[in-house]
């Protein structure tokens, strides 16, 4: 077993009286870097390390190391005098090299801090970055990272927040939309060129204004801690465009800065820029959900990088293979990640390090950069216990109680990799969930293979079978139809299968089950009634979201038609197939019209976002029901409708005269009554409007029916010409 040399100890005998040390002891609390006017202090936990040191970078990239000779409570600790923020560092951590044991210690490879504030430069794919000798995963490399790898920053950030407050929207009020910092302003036009695709370029009115505008209330940033791109990838030419792959779980990403355009602009300005786009989307009523990714790192497999975490305490990190039992003469097991995330580790969430490094995070984003809620990716392999899901885990018990991140926005991705981590609908409060059963039963309804219309009823309920049962109420369910993963809206219309060529897998990446649609050509056409039948399957599926209830997310650039020619894993291009195209000339604003006035109609009407669950029965007496489902006929929907596969037109009838629930001073809330028309068939249909003492009249408020127009009057009893896959709103007048 080689090890690699390490520099002799510092000196424990003092030489003469006076004499000082350069490195003071520090204290081991709190993790990081930690500026004053005095020193900065530096504290790491790495428990089984024999040796730290924390070495500095001049701007010409040479190193000073410094030896912490303090180690208490697995925190290896000590205060620099004359270190400036802005100063890059990185630690280098020295101890055991026994990679069947999970003990990966090298002191040739330079480490990223866990709790670093910033990053300043990228990561370079060469042998040094492993901490192995290539295709000798018993051998350590004795190469040296540092030339190779990003530098943490040294912050310390006075940024005047002012009067700046978290809008603090119920959920009930909530429409979240799902967008990536760079992609959103890369193309766009009325973005000043220099801040394009930067946290800057997000902070200017023509992104506020026009979130604003449609109806959003909240922007969910697909991930903007620290990231990099794996090897693989980078050695095909691409990038982790999308940004699963986080390894500073404290630090914004340096790319999307503005400042890091220029020479030196990644030492710490990027915090700042960061806080100034909390800011500006603050002051414009948005809140601020980051997509966060604490399962996995960027360190992947055993085979993979040695960046950080690996080099400071690997067994206590990551989580391992249970070993099966062994003789005492046998040769012990090789280490083996246990990987539920698809990406080559899974972050152990029990151990007492790994939580609290999750939950200090967590308390940075919301205390220090004023964000307002999370996502969390793949969050069932954050529960685990002793490998298997459990609701009362660590992480979501320690979270549930914290005084900080209870109040927050807290969104699960409540699946893994595994099959045994599916677990929509079991997440506690107050939790809410990403819905994908709602995704999928919608696309199938609207692309006629929904075998009735039985499920697509609970899923624009609010799914009651998967949320009802445990106390929660619909807005446990974040509804979507796309998201960053999959298809877009217009290429959901378009394409029957994926066309993932360009990401250099032979196609064979990316799902196969998109349970869409491409209206009879596959992709782009130039048929006319082949497009308008498209637009109008992209209209229906953003009405049915909007009406919906649940907190409905809306995938940027949906609302107006975004393509990525078919490409349902676009994770590695970051190119104009992924980014938002605002140019006119091929935009679909009918969709955007009808996105807004649907947002609109929500947000005005309480009857089109209650916070309850519908009972079925009259909310007041002598009065209507709360929800009514109704036949084409005009009659209420029987058993026989329900059982009835061929069914593919429903009614849904929501009574605003008044809603069950009161004010907040115990008043009673009225609004007008509401009829939504779907229908998912091939075939137009006749609709009865139901004839009763309690509605009369009523206008159109949305159609995607081409012969009825929006504000055409209608009268109970009467009838109406529901066009062949189309929706249709009418409003009490």
């Known amino acids: 077993m080689a090890h690699v040399t390490p ?191 930067t946290y800057a370029g997000l902070a200017t009115p023509a992104v506020t204004d026009y979130l ?106 990551y989580q391992r293979v249970v070993p099966p039992a062994r003789e005492a003469d046998e040769d012990p097991m090789p280490d083996t990640y246990w990987d539920v995330t698809g990406c080559g580790n899974t972050v152990d969430a029990t151990h007492t390090q790994s939580l609290r490094m999750i939950l200090d995070s967590l308390r940075y984003w919301v205390n220090e950069m004023h964000v307002d809620g999370f996502r969390f990716d793949l969050m069932s392999a954050l529960t685990r216990t002793n490998q298997v899901v459990d609701m009362g885990s660590h992480l979501i018990t320690a979270i549930g109680q914290d005084p900080v991140l209870r109040h927050v926005k807290l969104i699960a991705e409540p699946w893994d990799a595994s099959m045994d981590g599916y677990k929509v609908g079991q997440f506690p409060p107050p939790w809410i969930e990403w819905n994908d059963q709602f995704r999928d039963t919608v696309r199938d309804f609207w692309r006629g293979h929904s075998g009735g219309v039985r499920t697509v009823a609970t899923r624009l309920a609010g799914s009651s079978d998967l949320y009802a049962d445990d106390g929660r109420s619909p807005y446990a369910s974040v509804n979507f139809v796309t998201a960053h993963d999959g298809f877009t809206l217009r290429d959901l219309v378009s394409y029957n299968d994926k066309h993932n060529e360009a990401n250099g897998e032979d196609n064979r990446d990316g799902t196969d089950n998109n349970r869409s649609w491409n209206c009879g050509v596959e992709g782009e056409t130039d048929d006319p009634d082949i497009i308008a039948m498209r637009r109008r399957q992209a209209a229906n599926l953003m009405a049915t979201l909007c009406f919906s209830s649940g907190v409905p997310m809306l995938t940027a650039g949906d609302e107006r038609g975004r393509t990525q020619g078919g490409n349902n894993n676009a994770y590695g291009q970051d190119n104009e197939t992924s980014w938002i195209d605002w140019r006119p000339d091929d935009a679909w604003l009918d969709v955007y019209e009808i996105t807004k006035t649907a947002l609109r109609l929500r947000r005005e009407h309480p009857a089109l976002r209650q916070r309850h669950w519908f009972e079925g029965r009259p909310t007041i007496r002598g009065g209507i029901k709360d929800l009514v489902w109704v036949h084409p006929e005009g009659r209420e929907m029987s058993t026989g409708d329900w059982n009835d596969d061929s069914v593919r037109t429903v009614g849904m009838f929501l009574n605003g005269a008044p809603l069950r629930y009161p004010g907040p001073r115990g008043e009673q809330i009225r609004d007008k009554s509401f009829m939504i028309w779907l229908n998912a068939g091939a075939d137009d249909v006749k609709l009865v409007l139901p004839d009763n003492q309690w509605v009369h009249h009523g206008e159109v408020v949305l159609s995607t029916n081409a012969g009825v127009a929006e504000g055409t009057p209608v009268v109970a009893g009467t009838s109406l010409l529901l066009q062949a896959r189309s929706v249709l709103v009418l409003r009490q007048t």
């Open 7 to 197: 520099p002799p100890d510092v000196e424990s005998v003092w030489n003469h009286d006076g004499e000082t040390r350069a490195v003071w002891p520090g204290r081991n609390y709190p993790l990081g870097s930690t500026w004053s006017h005095e020193s900065t202090n530096f504290a790491v936990y790495a428990p089984n390390a024999t040796r730290v040191w924390v070495c500095l970078f001049d701007d010409d990239g040479a190193e000073t190391r410094h030896l912490l000779t303090e180690h208490s409570l697995g925190v290896w600790h000590g205060a620099l005098p004359g270190v400036s923020p802005g100063a890059r560092y990185g630690y280098r951590a020295h101890g055991p090299w026994q990679p069947e044991a999970g003990l990966r210690f090298n002191a040739a490879k330079l480490l990223l801090d866990p709790y670093g504030k910033a990053v300043s430069g990228d990561l370079v794919v060469d042998d040094a970055i492993f901490g192995y000798v290539p295709r000798e995963p018993e051998t350590i490399s004795d190469l040296d990272s540092a030339p190779y790898v990003p530098r943490s920053v040294v912050v310390y950030d006075d940024f005047q927040w002012g009067a700046d407050t978290s809008p603090r929207r119920r959920w009930r009020d909530t429409v979240i939309y799902e967008m990536h910092v760079k992609g959103m302003t890369a193309l766009h036009d009325r973005v000043p060129e220099e801040l394009r695709g």
């Open 212 to 317: 604003k505008d449609l109806g959003v209330t909240a922007v969910e940033l697909l991930p903007v801690q620290q990231f990099f791109s794996e090897p693989a990838l980078s050695e095909r030419g691409l990038v982790n465009y999308w940004g699963y792959n986080s390894l500073g779980f404290f630090a914004p990403h340096n790319a999307y800065a503005r400042s890091a355009r220029s020479e030196g602009g990644d030492r710490g300005q990027q915090v700042t820029e960061f806080k100034q786009m909390v800011k500006a989307f603050h002051e414009a009523g948005l809140e601020v959900i980051l997509d966060v990714v604490y399962n996995h790192t960027a360190e992947a497999g055993p085979l993979g990088p040695t960046l950080s975490f690996r080099g400071l305490d690997d067994l206590g990190y």
